[in-house]
């Protein structure tokens, strides 16, 4: 039956919209299935939730069923949204210090990968047609599938096993399944050590109050807002609108989205080779401070796009450079911070903060950023350039190195920052209070 535009215009918003609700409501429940169930049986449960997801959408077209996609994305969206805070977490914790900020690194590059694999895909010579594409729309449920089927062999991770359900013999061997036969004695005391201090699993209330966590959140929340203000993912919502204002024909578009998505792979690949060499902190300050310098120089070609032939293409080589340096610096240092700079009683918690942040920054970016290019065109990424040069400085004098470092290192380190001023106050009233030391004063 013919439907009339608007009509058309409101379920096409609906069906991309209602990922970002899935993924809002995924969120906010990962938190507490995390905690009940342990990361493996949550990601299985969520491989599940994706595979039902693939189906219904699988089967929309047989059922000439526009809902079944509605449903399907909202099934999607929700097992996005935990796959996506549960990876970091999982691999970060199954891995040895000295890989975690490789292992943490590589949400980045399966995540730049699923961009790639999804626009191969789409294109028209493959699953992006008339006919063929309900078989795209249910094409993730073989990831699903696959990691279904392998991840039962995969032990839960050894802290959920030592510091969650107090099964210290559990955690003994899943250590000599995942990392070799040996005492692993040094782990299993630095596990115990983090059982002393700890008291229970927080709530993201508890966390948000609790003092010894305020910096931590300070870099949470900076992190959060600043990836949605990169301007990242605005250049892949928005590639078509980004390349036409560039200056290039439509014809030439897809090829060109597809060279941006596999740059950001293979630079999130050689951020995952450098990250434990040069630390997450650099990567982060110099990667935001990068990226902004680039978008000030995109800014300018753009403005002078009618002025020489040449110029498009040094607009498409600063967007290539922009999204290179943000695969191989702030895309996989952010997930191995996020994940080390809490412990396991509030790392749960502090995800749920962050991917709430995340969604909701994603949608509203999404609403307003075409608006604001109607405005401002191409200086609407001096907006970005800002904030990418704020949070370069404020990483650079608030965030400590994570490199090579426990979790209770970390832990021991942030405490000195959130209480420096009354470690300073005792100090000082330690000193008055010496009569000896008076005296001789």
Not at 344 to 364: A, D, K, M
Request: charged share 15%; net charge positive; aromatic share 12%.
């Amino acid at each position: 039956m013919p439907v009339h535009p608007e009509s058309l215009t409101l379920f096409w918003a609906s069906i991309v919209s209602i990922f970002s609700l899935g993924g809002l409501l995924g969120t906010m429940a990962s938190g507490y299935f995390t905690t009940k169930f342990g990361k493996k049986k949550c990601l299985l449960g969520t491989n599940l939730i994706m595979l039902s997801g693939a189906v219904i959408m699988g089967f929309s077209k047989v059922a000439n069923s526009f809902e079944l996609i509605l449903a399907g994305r909202f099934l999607c969206g929700i097992s996005t949204s935990i796959c996506v805070l549960l990876h970091p977490q999982y691999v970060g914790e199954i891995s040895p210090k000295k890989l975690r900020g490789f292992a943490n690194s590589t949400a980045s590059i399966f995540w730049s990968l699923g961009k790639v694999l999804g626009q191969v895909m789409g294109q028209r010579e493959f699953l992006g047609n008339a006919s063929l594409w309900p078989l795209l729309l249910a094409s993730h449920g073989v990831t699903a599938l696959l990691q279904l089927l392998t991840l039962p062999f995969f032990p839960e991770s050894p802290p959920h096993l030592f510091l969650s359900k107090g099964d210290e013999e559990g955690c003994r061997k899943a250590m000599k399944t995942l990392w070799g036969r040996g005492p692993h004695q040094v782990e299993l005391d630095d596990l115990r050590k983090q059982q002393s201090a700890l008291w229970s699993t927080k709530s993201v209330l508890e966390v948000m109050k609790d003092p010894a966590l305020r910096r931590q959140l300070y870099i949470l929340f900076l992190l959060a807002v600043t990836l949605q203000l990169t301007g990242i993912h605005t250049i892949y919502s928005y590639t078509f609108e980004v390349l036409q204002t560039v200056g290039f024909d439509d014809d030439h578009i897809p090829a060109l989205s597809l060279g941006i998505s596999l740059s950001e792979l293979l630079s999130a690949v050689f951020c995952s080779v450098v990250i434990e060499r040069f630390g997450r902190r650099v990567l982060l300050w110099g990667g935001y401070g990068l990226m902004a310098t680039v978008l000030a120089a995109v800014t300018l070609t753009i403005s002078l796009q009618h002025s020489f032939s040449w110029m498009p293409y040094c607009s498409l080589a600063l967007i290539f450079c922009f999204v290179i340096c943000f695969g191989a610096g702030p895309a996989g240092a952010g997930a191995s911070v996020r994940m080390e700079i809490f412990d396991q009683s509030s790392r749960s918690s502090s995800y749920v903060i962050s991917g709430v942040l995340n969604w909701i920054g994603f949608f509203s970016i999404g609403m307003v950023f075409p608006f604001v290019v109607e405005r401002i065109h191409q200086f609407s990424f001096l907006i970005f350039m800002g904030t990418l040069y704020v949070s370069a400085i404020v990483i650079y004098f608030i965030l400590p190195e994570t490199k090579g470092k426990s979790i209770l290192e970390i832990r021991e380190e942030f405490d000195k920052l959130n209480f420096k001023k009354k470690q300073a106050l005792g100090s000082e009233t330690s000193f008055a209070g010496d009569p000896v030391l008076c005296t001789k004063l």
